[in-house]
């Protein structure tokens, strides 16, 4: 079916940001740095923590397991370069504080991992079986590389409970500025459709949908290409439309399948399985190569950045490191983001080490900042609606921040403030320049520690 034939599929709400992405549309991935120390953090994923299997002093090889835990819902960590452990210590992780890390000074003699191993044999999937994917993905350390970090082999095990029919590919990449997905659909397309069969084999869906944004159709056009060439084996290209936030797992189900995830439940909970297009090419490495999770494809943009473009790092590289990388900044910056500009989150600490989860990494100028809304003064809410039209979870935004910056707590819950998936698309369109996704991030927080989750 030619690309041009299909209609788009879309969700209700959402807004259309200036994209931003031709400062690295065209940057190829960029591979073979080799930083002087990693700092590899012993948590990367949600669930239990890992502990050390090495210790200061030790020698270890690229690939080599350094983290373990014996918790389900637990993935190991592995050592991206050889060399030498300097220390385990404290190091800055984005959303939780300082976390312990291990770290390693490299050591330059080494081979340098190039790039994303190359399947070039015939790939037969019946050398393969349910138990031996599974366990090659636990084993790699391969954890959701789109979002949140869940163990995927948490995710494709089958569960009789919670049976999975249908498995959805997350290729849109709807965040302004990242392009790491895309360049990998356009040049690691034949690892992603064989870590989608592996995936779908493993969690034994029948079906499997690849959604890919209707702005990108030389991706469409390169997987339907390769997909044509390994046979489809019920995997359908789907464009959908270029829209924020069109990668959320729950405004995808909705675009392709026309399916509503529980408020509060998960995917599975409707025979759904959601897999990210960089997670789906490690698990081709991991069953296929028996490679681990070592390194991954960020994006290093902002009109700041001398260098930007797409770059496949060590996992444990800092952000300074990084930068150095790109060839610095070139104007004053403001802000430095992990992730986007819509879902990312600032740091002050560049030392901060990237993990399974960096995708992008964006340099916000001083100059973009005063242009900023959260810059301006912010005035009384108007009671527009302009929240309530553009929220993908339907939801009352407004009423939300209100209850939450009124100490109202019991308020905020009854209009669902953990259905909120922080997308900002309410602050993005407020008039009255209210950070509303501020808020409701804060009253979260507020609730977590009200039930003693965190300190």
């Known amino acids: 079916m030619s690309v041009t034939s299909k209609k788009s599929l879309t969700f209700p709400g959402g807004i259309h940001p ?11 991935i960029h591979t073979g740095f ?13 669930g239990a923590v890992c502990e050390p299997l090495i210790r200061k002093g030790s020698l270890v090889q690229a690939g080599q397991k350094i983290g373990d ?7 190991p960590i592995h050592s991206p370069v050889t060399g030498k452990v300097k220390e385990i210590a404290l190091r800055s992780h984005a959303v939780i504080g300082r976390i312990p890390a291990v770290i390693i000074e490299t050591l330059p003699a080494h081979p340098v991992k190039k790039g994303c191993v190359q399947f070039d044999e015939e790939f037969d999937i019946n050398k393969y079986s349910v138990e031996k994917i599974c366990e090659a993905v636990r084993e790699a350390g391969i954890v959701g590389m789109g979002g949140a970090g869940f163990p995927t082999r948490v995710k494709i095990e089958p569960n009789p409970r919670l049976p999975k029919t249908t498995m959805i590919v997350n290729g849109c990449e709807c965040e302004p500025y990242i392009t ?19 995936a779908k084999k493993a969690s034994g869906c029948s079906k499997a949908f690849i959604g890919i944004e209707d702005n990108k159709p030389q991706a469409i056009e390169m997987m339907e290409t390769v997909l044509n060439s390994l046979g489809t084996d019920e995997i359908e290209i789907i464009p959908v439309k270029t829209k924020y936030p069109q990668g959320g797992e729950r405004q995808l189900i909705r675009s392709i399948l026309k399916k509503n995830v529980p408020t509060g439940g998960i995917p599975p909970m409707i025979g759904v399985l959601v897999l990210n297009v960089a ?18 494809v960020v994006t290093v943009t902002g009109e700041a950045i001398a260098e930007p473009g797409n770059y496949y790092v060590p996992i444990g590289t800092s952000i300074e490191t990084l930068l150095e ?3 610095g900044v070139t104007q004053k910056s403001a802000r430095v983001i992990m992730g986007g500009p819509m879902m990312g989150i600032a740091i002050a600490d560049l030392t901060t080490p990237t993990t399974k989860t960096t995708g992008a990494v964006t340099v916000i100028t001083k100059e973009q900042m005063g242009m900023a809304k959260f810059e301006r003064r912010e005035t009384a809410c108007i009671h527009c609606g302009r929240c309530l039209a553009v929220c993908p979870e339907n939801l009352n935004p407004t009423r939300i921040a209100h209850a939450v910056k009124n100490n109202l707590m019991d308020v905020a819950k009854s209009y669902y403030i953990t259905a909120c998936i922080e997308c900002g698309c309410c602050s993005y369109v407020c008039p009255a320049h209210i950070e509303i996704t501020g808020y409701i991030k804060t009253g979260k927080i507020f609730l977590a520690r009200q039930k003693k989750k965190i300190p």
């Open 325 to 327: 990388v790109c060839g």
């Open 69 to 75: 835990c014996d918790a389900y819902v637990s993935a």
């Open 18 to 28: 200036p994209e931003k992405k031709s400062l690295t549309i065209n940057s190829k």
């Open 180 to 198: 790491c997905d895309y360049q990998i659909m356009l040049e690691w397309t034949k690892q992603i459709l064989i870590g989608v069969k592996l």
């Open 34 to 46: 080799m930083p002087k120390e990693v700092a590899v953090l012993l948590s990367q994923h949600i």
């Open 279 to 296: 997670t789906c090419a490690a698990i081709a490495e991991a069953v296929v190569a028996d490679v681990p999770l070592t390194h991954r």
